[in-house]
């Protein structure tokens, strides 16, 4: 995961300060400066880098949007959103250097004289400051506004390298919304930036634990021997959250929750559990065996897309004892709204280690409780010498949110004088184990992007392999015959009951989170 | 639980008793408490009252670091052989607030002839199958039990307060031989320099800067009253990794070296009152590179200037010379410290035998 070997002029004084490739100096340009994600995530991810001294000092960044105000108006408003989203107190002596590399650029996205000056702008930067001709162009708006930005980019020579310089792009989910658009998009994308330069953000792979996977599965002699078809029952992945669509409801209205949240984050969860060893540490070699998972995954007939996956939205209920409002009823939400809040499935990867080993992933909005988490659920032991009907599974548990951490449930044997087994937990919380806090997912994804560290972004071959596995169930729901129904659950249930019968069919159950 | 003071040594008990003494003192304990431990970390000391000062280090070192500390606080001088041992807890909520981390500390007090026994007192109480870091915060005598650092993994010490460098660093040395070289030497003057290497290093990351490693003219260190010894390790640091060989061996301050090329570079320390490490200014025949302690005292100024090129003061994090930082900055490094070796090989070829306290 880190590039270091990679870059052909190492400076020597690096040695043993930073096991991760340096970022080199920039100009990081954010398209959609002005909005939601700029506030919470981009700006304070980049004080808090600067702040823990990560970023080389000529960074500089460039706030690209309609509106307009002017650099000290931007930086204001940037110390604001810093002060309440940063997960550092923000100091005024750092916050007042960080500033003077803070600026604004007000264009619209379709002007083409407004690119034209934004590349004098970052000449002239580069001059200044030291960028050094490198750019790091963040794509912080809806996927209708890619086309003219890119465009305009190309138009006005900003995609270009120039000797010893770099131009990258970064790119925010949603990545198309079926694998006709997705092609689309990285068609339109690829008209001006190359594979090698475009950066799919997906911020669920910067958190710790999802890089830990890796870590756990190949660093430690164990569990590998164990992960196979051989020794595994099958896989659970949750994705719980509390929340509703909490503002976003014109773009879930038509995205749901299949494609806002399976398509992506949590088939890359599952490519990290299932994948093979890859031959070593480089984005590609990840890359490549991640996509082998995907290019597995079993394709559903319609009547299998009825059976495997169950589709659901939530209707009045409460939350946390507060009652919450149905789907429906949300703003800007259509009254007869088919949109999936909550979506169940059965999965096979059709290869020699996972072959007859099910899958089951859920995901939901308005569930009870927050919580992101993998669990390998293990084959019982032959209970050959003990009572049958105290034998529980092992399972193995990765928590991705919150608490993250790992466990593991096994059997023991209660104190006393009968042979009473009981299943205990081995538990490893990273909160209680390292007192430091994780930086944020952004922070290492943004410094990945600088320093040329693909690993943890989204190839093309992925994304459009996710989409293909997706669409087979998109279209199964919007078929006129046939059509899988859209069940209803309460704000504040697990969903459905007829998720609870995909597993119970099986002789199986969900996790109790 | 009784929870103790972090001053506090806690629960005075036998030290056949320790291991029930600690169990009782999780079984007593109400709400919500986990013990946790990653590490042993022994810490050492012979100076007097070093008991209650090294509690209070750990109490804020297990804020960031669950361990088993055993805190051990010796006397030589004694004829009388005392031994005498406690037991308490540093706990600290979770980031959540939910429910409470707690570190557990046996503390030791050895006088007399059974500080001989230091050994078979660490290797009884340590945490199973976790690593032992031993925090050596005096002059390393010079006879040493080898079966001592046959457990150690990690040797922590301070090069900053020993009164001589090279005879210390010949008996660290000679432990790392003896454990088989499997002791990492983790050296707190080392760690104090962390901030000032990043903040120097970082000029040099884009290759386009990297002709001026060539052109390196004259090195520039002050350092406060104390630290010459940090700043020669910095000195050392920067020839170890530049392939600077020694030409004149430290002198008052002054010393040079030669490059690959037979350049000469120049290298002055000079003693002023201030941050450990204070302004550092690398010269090179077109560019001048400084880094200084901002006024506000934990941050660093960094900036590069020349002919035709103005100085942009930037702000970087700048260490701060507190025990408990350096403790858990090193705690948190994993891995040999190679880089440091060779530093300290040029050290070694720096000191002239007059000035070989580095001080």
Known sequence: ?513 | MPVAEPYSLGQQVEIANIAGALKKLWSEGEGVKTRASLINLAVYSEKPGSLERNTQLISRIAESHACRALVIGVNRESKENRVETWVNAHCRLTRAGSKQICTEQISFLLEGPCVKLLPSIVFSHLDSDLPLYLWWQDDFPEAMDPQLWAWVDRLIFDSQGWTNFATQMRLVETAEQEAKQRIVLCDLNWTRLDKVRYAIAQFFDHPASHHHFAEMESVTVNFAPGFKSTAILLVGWLAAQLNWKTNQQEMNGSCRFLDANNQKIDIELREKPGAPIGDVVLKSQSVKFCVAPAKCGDLLEVSRSGENEAAKPQMMPAQTNDPVDLMTQELLRGGPHHVFLRAVNCVRQLLSPRSASGD
């Open chain 1, 1 to 513: 995961m880190n590039r270091a070997g990679e870059q052909t002029e190492v400076n020597p004084l690096r040695e043993g300060l930073s096991t991760r490739a340096v970022p080199q100096p920039c100009s990081v340009v954010i398209f959609g400066a002005t909005g939601d994600l700029t506030h919470r995530k981009l700006m304070p991810a980049l004080y808090n880098l600067g702040a823990d001294g990560e970023l080389p000092p000529a960074v500089t960044v460039i706030g690209f949007a309609r509106r307009p105000k002017t650099d000290d108006d931007f930086r204001k408003e940037m110390e604001d959103a810093v002060k309440k989203f940063s997960r550092q107190t923000v100091r005024d002596e750092i916050w007042k250097n960080f500033a003077q590399s803070i600026f604004y650029h007000q264009s619209d996205f379709s002007d083409e004289a407004g690119f034209k000056s934004l590349a004098q702008r970052l000449e002239k930067i580069d001059k200044e400051r030291g960028t050094r001709g490198n750019r790091l162009f963040y794509f912080a708006v809806g996927p209708d506004q890619f086309e003219p930005i890119l465009k305009h980019l190309k138009g006005a020579g900003l995609n270009k390298e120039a000797e010893g310089s770099w131009a990258r792009v970064i790119i925010e989910k949603p990545f198309g919304s079926d694998l006709k658009s997705a092609r689309e998009l990285n068609r339109v994308i690829s008209n001006s930036f190359s594979e090698e330069q475009t950066y799919r953000i997906d911020h669920f792979l910067g958190k710790e634990t999802a890089q830990n996977i890796l870590v756990l599965r190949f660093a430690n002699a164990i569990f590998e021997p164990l992960w196979n078809t051989r020794y595994i029952d099958h896989l659970q992945i949750t994705a719980a959250e509390t929340l509703g669509v909490e503002g976003r409801a014109g773009y879930y209205e038509g995205a749901g929750a299949l494609r806002d949240m399976v398509q992506n984050h949590l088939l890359q969860l599952l490519c990290l559990v299932a994948m093979e060893a890859p031959s070593d540490l480089r984005a590609d070699s990840i890359r490549d065996e991640k996509v082998k998972v995907v290019r597995c995954l079993r394709r559903m007939t319609q009547e299998e897309v009825a059976t495997n996956v169950v589709r659901a939205q939530y209707t009045d209920g409460a939350i946390n004892g507060k009652p919450v409002p149905a789907y429906r009823k949300e703003e800007k939400v259509d009254p007869k709204s088919m949109t999936d809040t909550f979506v169940a499935l059965k999965l096979n990867v059709d290869n020699w280690r996972w072959w007859d080993v099910p899958i089951y992933m859920r995901v939901g909005k308005r569930l009870p409780k927050s919580a992101t988490e993998i669990s390998v659920h293990f084959k019982k032991a032959p209970m050959v010498l003990f009572s049958k009907e105290t034998n529980e599974a092992n399972v193995l548990v990765i928590r991705i949110q919150p608490d993250e951490g790992i466990s593991l449930r096994m059997e023991a044997k209660m104190p006393g004088t009968s042979f009473r087994i009981e299943p205990v937990k081995m538990d490893f919380h990273y909160g209680t184990s390292f007192g430091k806090a994780s930086p944020e997912a952004y922070e290492r994804l943004l410094l990945d992007a600088m320093s040329g560290d693909a690993t943890l972004f989204a190839r093309r071959d992925e994304v459009e392999e996710a989409w293909a596995f997706i669409d087979i169930i998109e279209n199964a729901w919007s078929a006129k015959k046939k059509t899988p129904e859209l069940y209803l659950y309460p704000a504040g249930s697990w969903g459905p009951e007829q998720a609870d019968e995909l597993l119970a069919r099986d002789g199986r159950s969900w996790r109790r989170l």
